[in-house]
């Protein structure tokens, strides 16, 4: 159930893409090792390598419980950020969207609204989740527009949850149930 090459998500403003070495460059490194985009992000350790990132690279698209994407932009095919479907559960047919949007020139446009869609889209047309969820800081103020924009529900809020730069943050769970069994 896994997208191989060249499968391709198109968006209106995305297009999104099996993520692989060939995705590897400085600008993503670069992407990982900036404080202002990762500073919400509760998966990147601070410093990363070129190494920890190309073994990332190699192994995670092999995990049978999370599907990852490159987004790139429509219009030029820049690479400007990832996005993936993880922590599938098969079982209970759910799993969580994770995004990150590296170019802080096109933060504010959509891109990650149109990324997040088409993964939504993906997991429940394609895939037959029943669950889809996003998890994000309290102050990412981007993620939560994102939530909403998609008709996700809040459904809580884990306070003290994410430990970042000396303090802790909270985290807010949002989720959708697939088409005509919200509840």
Known sequence: MKPKDPVFLSGKKVVLEPLSMRH???????WMNDP?????????VLPCTGTQMKNYLRHAPKSKADILFA???KKSGRHVGN???NGISWINRSGEISVLIGEKSVWGRGIGTDACRLVMDYGFERLGLHRIWMGMTSRNIGMVKIARRLSMKREGVFKDFL???????DMEQWRKINAGREG
Request: glycine share 4%; hydrophobic share 40%; proline share 0%.
């Open 24 to 30: 590897f460059s400085n600008r993503y490194l670069q």
């Open 36 to 44: 202002v985009v990762c500073a919400d992000n509760r998966h990147a």
């Open 71 to 73: 987004i790139r932009l």
């Open 83 to 85: 996005i993936s479907l």
């Open 163 to 169: 430990f970042k730069d000396g303090r802790y943050l």
